[in-house]
């Protein structure tokens, strides 16, 4: 029996035998890098070990010094992917999941129902839950799995307007985002999440985030392929950083031979001339926007403690607004609306009296947009829940001075934008007769627009009651809460 074959132009076929013992040392030698001491028949003899999963390689050496042989396993084991897979830190639950980046490039939002699993070192995406596969007849889905060393997980706002959002980035570019509809669900699977991803890049040098370990059988030494380090989230690098790193891998990127037509050197200059964000600031190249600025700073850079934008809009809807029907109600052609607010953010000269601005629906649903743009609301966060307990209280002269109380704790532009807003629309109420709007409706409109909560923890109904009659309870007491300028 044949224990090896060669190809033809290294076999006799006359005598039918094999190479010489020294040239069989050369080929071994040249392929496994070790110098063998084994012939043929004792290779034949020694049993292959094979494990399930596993890709072995043994070379058996002996000394003949002894009359024994002495053998010395060295093997290389690579792990099958499903023996990786730790134990579930969170058992199965449908989220909403939606990718918006793979390898860093950008991919269209497309939200779908997900039933989730975290492992201790992945996160594992099935298209639905294996009881239900189960019931269906349906053969157990492979899931789609996310590698959770040197993650990045944080709440977002910014990448969907829906609420409870989380923000997953892996290491290798992928973005996801998960969310619920219940603030304790998301909250519950974020904290898990990151204490997961953070274990995995910083415990044990990072041999945690390996897919593949080399291991010796005769030894506990595992030697971990370099996969990934322990990565912390970094502070924002400065534009003098991020020029000065693109400058580094434009030098070391290429070599000058490749630059043919000297584009990498023209580059080069290019950047190196372009003047910083703050300079062309300073030069009134680059203005702040106006909408989606935070109020503080909206009013710090205008030196005012009301936004000028928002006087200008209250001021033109008591010249020639009061009167119209359904006003703050009815809504204006959003088209025009944004063609208002993108004149606004570039600080042009605005005139709303100008006859392009003629529908004063327009200049009221760019006066709602506003508010419900700013980051934190006209009621800042902090106060939301202080605004609900005082709503609870039966005793209207105590609710009064609850509200009076609240409203002068708050930041002085929000107090003096507040007074100035409720102070126009009570005089909106009294032109109730021809406008046709009333209290209860103007509530309707402004609470969910000037107050909601950081983050929707209980049944969002609930809430919007509670903002509309806070709205109204204001409106009603304004001149008790603000003074008598309040009419």
Known sequence: MHILSFPCDLYTSSKRHFLSLSLLKKVLSSFFGIRPRTSITAMQKQPAMVLPGAVQMRIKSSQSSTGERLSQTKSMVLP?????????????????????????????????????????????????????????????GKPDGVDLCGAV??????????????????????????????????????????????????????QSCGRAAFHRS?????????????????????????????????????????????????????ISRRPSMKTLQEKGLIKDRVFGCHLLTLCERERTTVPKFVKLCVEEVEKRGLEADGIYRVSGNLAIIQKLRFLVDQEEELNLGDSQWEDIHVITGALKMFFRELPEPLF????????VEAIKIKEPT???????????????????????????????????????????????????????????????EVNMVYQNQIVESILIECVEIFGPDGM
């Open 398 to 460: 105590q609710k009064i001075q609850a509200f009076k109380k609240l409203i002068h704790q708050l930041p002085k532009p929000n107090h003096n934008t507040m007074k100035l807003l409720f102070q126009h629309l009570r005089r909106v109420l009294m032109k109730s007769k021809k406008n046709l709007m009333s209290t209860q409706g103007i509530s309707i409109v402004f609470g969910p627009t000037l107050m909601w909560p950081e983050f929707e923890s209980g049944n969002m």
């Open 153 to 206: 997980i944080e709440w977002t706002t910014e990448k969907s307007s829906r609420k409870n959002v989380i923000q997953i980035t892996t290491s290798n570019g992928h973005e996801f985002l998960l969310q619920a509809d219940h603030f304790p669900t998301i909250s519950k699977w974020h904290d898990a999440i990151k204490k997961a991803a953070d274990s995995l890049s910083s415990g044990a040098g990072g």
């Open 218 to 270: 005769n030894s506990i030494e595992c030697l971990s392929r370099p996969t990934c380090e322990p990565t912390k989230l970094k502070p924002k690098e400065t534009k003098s950083e991020h020029r000065r790193s693109i400058m580094f891998k434009l030098n070391y990127s290429a070599s000058d031979s490749a630059d043919k037509n000297g584009v990498k050197n023209r580059l080069k200059k290019f």
């Open 80 to 140: 099958e992917p499903d023996t990786l897979q730790k134990p579930t830190i969170l058992k199965g639950e449908y989220l909403n999941k939606a990718k918006i980046a793979e390898g860093g490039k950008k991919l269209r939002k497309n939200w779908t129902s997900t039933w989730v699993v975290l492992c201790s070192n992945q996160l594992l995406f099935y298209k639905e839950s294996k009881q239900e596969a189960v019931a269906n007849l349906k053969p157990g």
């Open 380 to 387: 800042p966060f902090r106060f939301f829940d202080l605004f």
